[in-house]
C-alpha cells in the first residue's frame, strides 16, 4: 500500500467527524478530491463509524450477507447508490475508500460493489 495514503485517509476521516459529510442516517460519508504529487490525484471515500445510540443497535446485529455483516452491507449499498445517483466519483481515477470502526467493514463491502 502507498505509505501517502494513510495521512490522506486521516485527514478524510477528520472531516466527516467534523461535520463536513453527507448524512444517511446512521452513516456519514464524503467523497474528497485530494493531490497525491504534481500530477496524480485520488479521490477518497471516507466513511464515518459509530458516533450515535443508534449505531450500537447495527453494531450488534451480526447476522451477515456475503461475508460483511447486514448493517456494514447495508450502510456501503446506501453510499453506493448515493454517489452513482449523483455522479460524484469521476472516471478514470483511482479511489480510495476508508472507513473508521464501524465503517471499516462498510469500506470493505464497498469495494466489493
Do not use: Q
Request: hydrophobic letters at 40%; one cysteine or more; charged letters at 25%.
Amino acid at each position: 500500500m502507498d505509505k501517502r495514503l494513510y495521512p490522506v485517509a486521516a485527514h478524510a476521516i477528520k472531516d466527516v467527524y467534523s461535520g463536513n459529510c453527507i448524512d444517511l442516517g446512521t452513516t456519514e460519508f464524503n467523497v474528497f478530491m485530494k493531490m497525491l504529487g504534481p500530477e496524480e490525484i485520488i479521490i477518497v471515500i471516507a466513511i464515518g463509524g459509530t458516533d450515535e445510540k443508534k449505531d450500537w443497535l447495527i453494531n450488534f446485529d451480526l447476522r451477515s450477507r456475503e461475508g460483511i455483516k447486514i448493517g456494514a452491507y447495508r450502510a456501503a449499498k446506501e453510499i453506493h447508490e448515493r454517489i452513482e445517483s449523483h455522479h460524484m466519483i469521476p472516471p478514470h481515477y483511482r479511489v480510495l475508500v476508508t472507513g473508521h470502526s464501524k465503517a471499516g467493514p462498510t469500506a470493505i463491502a464497498y469495494k466489493k460493489m
